[in-house]
């Protein structure tokens, strides 16, 4: 089975943000998303809509961009979609916010889009399909040819828990406290083929994998391998998936630069005649639980000894290390604003910040995110 690759001459960037639909007076999810999208097609056109489509739920709607050079450029054109969508969410008593799950909205309560894509997920993974109730922001990286796509992803899988950590957002659960950073990557881990990727060495075994997957029945087509990080064949790029829903803009601008100068620097890498390492499938596997459970306080495996460090303290100096990059990119700006994170905290530390101030009222939480999408920058304690 041969699968092209459209590969990318410059480490272009596309971002996909998953928002919520949220009702202004009861603060739970509420199933506009056709109506809305049906009223921003008329008003835009269908060719500039295509950058707002369905998700799984109609409580969802995911913001595209185009193919973008640059993180600003990006965010500029997240922004351009969010205000117009905005606008129209508000004359129906809607918000728009993000985080890995909604505090409080139970998936039982949710209408499915109506879609045979959609309609063959929930028929074959039933339970598993119908509580994924959760959001992401998916960042793709161009790569120049399908050589390097494969020892991309593999080496990328080291630095899952940084952007786990960074981006974790989903500490609460059907209106509970989780314990755990981030429960929207293990409710979507639970999918058979979902999860961290396989460390496949080259293209044609990636080619033969998905061969087998298709003649097997395990998949319809390579779309339905949700990966963590996966190749994108018919886009040219790898994909980076591990991400939380982020509630800010900057946020989101954070972890674009931050995969826009890994995947940069490693295509350069590549070309300099640099073997790429694989991690340990099991390192990344405990390193991803790690930042799933405890976020920015992880203590992350550095070896197979056993050895750990901080993944603040990793972060600090992958910021760093990455400047050059990013001021030859042009992301500089956004890359630093990991340190911001890192000082104001991450959204799952803020989330309960806002629930302890509100003696546990999680209707409080959906107020503090729904201020942070507005205002594209984080609200710390107050």
């Known amino acids: 089975m041969q699968i092209p ?27 506009e998303a056709t109506a809305i999208l049906d009223e921003l097609r008329a008003k835009i056109g269908e060719q500039d809509a295509a950058k707002a489509k369905h998700e799984l739920f109609e409580s969802t709607v995911e913001v595209i961009t185009g193919v973008c050079g640059s993180v600003g450029e990006a965010t500029a054109d997240l922004a351009g979609t969010v205000s117009v969508l905005r606008d129209l969410a508000e004359r129906r008593g809607v918000g728009l916010m993000c985080s890995g799950t909604h505090p409080i909205s139970d998936y039982a309560g949710q209408r499915i889009t109506d879609d045979n894509r959609y309609s063959r997920l929930v028929n074959q993974m039933q339970w598993l399909a119908r509580r994924l109730l959760i959001f992401g922001v998916h960042v793709h990286v161009g790569v120049r040819s399908p050589d390097k796509a494969m020892p991309i992803v593999n080496a990328l899988m080291a630095h899952i828990p940084h952007f786990l950590a960074l981006s974790a957002s989903s500490p609460f659960w059907l209106g509970g406290d989780t314990g755990l950073a981030s ?15 396989y460390p496949l060495e080259d293209w044609p075994r990636f080619e033969s994998f998905m ?25 040219g790029t790898v994909e980076l998936r591990i991400c939380d829903g982020l509630p800010t803009l900057m946020e989101v601008g954070a972890v674009a630069a931050l995969a826009q100068c890994l995947v940069d620097r490693m295509n350069t890498q590549i070309d300099r005649g640099y073997r790429l390492p694989t991690p340990q499938r099991w390192l990344v596997q405990e390193n991803k639980w790690r930042a799933a459970r405890y976020g920015l306080d992880a203590q992350i495996l550095i070896d197979g000894r056993g050895e750990v460090r901080s993944v603040r303290d990793d972060l600090v100096d992958l910021v760093e290390d990455l400047l050059p990059v990013a001021h030859r990119l042009g992301c500089a700006e956004q890359l630093n604003d990991v340190l911001v994170i890192l000082a104001t905290g991450a959204s799952y530390t803020r989330q309960r910040a806002a629930a302890r ?11 503090t995110l729904l201020e942070e999408m507005n205002t594209g920058r984080p609200v710390v304690d107050r």
């Open 183 to 197: 429960s929207r990557s293990q409710v979507f881990a639970s999918l058979p083929t979902a999860g961290l990727p």
């Open 211 to 235: 061969e087998t997957l298709i003649t097997s029945g395990t998949i319809e087509t390579i779309r339905e391998v949700w990966w963590d990080i996966r190749p994108h064949p018919n886009f």
């Open 5 to 31: 690759f459209s590969s990318s001459t410059s480490s272009s960037l596309g971002i996909e943000w998953e928002l919520q639909l949220v009702d202004q007076q009861s603060r739970e999810l509420r199933g």
């Open 357 to 367: 101030q509100a003696d546990g009222d999680l209707t409080r939480v959906v107020d």
